[in-house]
């Protein structure tokens, strides 16, 4: 189906369990009309993550859902990817909080393999948000939009807003964390926000809301 019939159904499943990024994803969807489903409102099992990119992995969790439901659903996965540590923790960048979403111990560890990587300065520190957003319909299309911020890590971790790893991540041209940040800040230069621009290009650019 194609992307653009999002803009007459109306209803959507947000799919995921992750409180962040539903109410990241509600807020950017809120101008357009669209009634939104949190997955675990719906009471939805995820998918396991079987994907070598966060692609894949987007796509399976939008498609689980939409099928699920009976309804269109979009999916994000995203993460952090840190160039001297190879772009790790990238798809696992989740799976790094461990199943308690402890997201200091996963903050702490991208610091501590900094530091034994000899990675010291803002320039050894370069690393940068990816977002996949999958629009899963349940016949199984399925329409995958990319975004992506660059920056650099900081330590100790700075600003209480946000989540995940926001509180270490700087933004090129900013010198605010993302965990420091008003949230309409943050979603105007987020790699969310750029991936979901791309969507909205796809689904609502032609003939209005």
Known sequence: MAA?????????VVASHNAGKVGEIQELLEPYGIF?????ELGLTEPEE??????????????????????????DDSGLEV????????????????????????????????????ALDTTARRAHFTCALALGWPDGGVQTFIGKVFGHIVWPPRGSKGFGYDPIFVPEGRSETFGEMDPDDKHAISHRARAFEAFVKSCFSCGGN
């Open 4 to 12: 653009t019939a999002l803009k007459h159904s109306r209803r959507l």
């Open 36 to 40: 939104t489903f949190s997955a675990s």
């Open 50 to 75: 079987t994907g070598e990119t966060f692609a894949e992995n987007a796509e399976l969790k939008a498609l689980a859902a939409a099928k699920q439901a009976n309804l269109p659903a979009l999916a």
């Open 83 to 118: 160039a001297a540590l190879g772009n790790a923790p990238g798809i696992y960048s989740a799976r790094w909080a461990g199943s308690g979403k402890e997201f200091s111990r996963a903050m702490e560890r991208v610091a501590r393999e900094l530091e034994e990587a000899g």
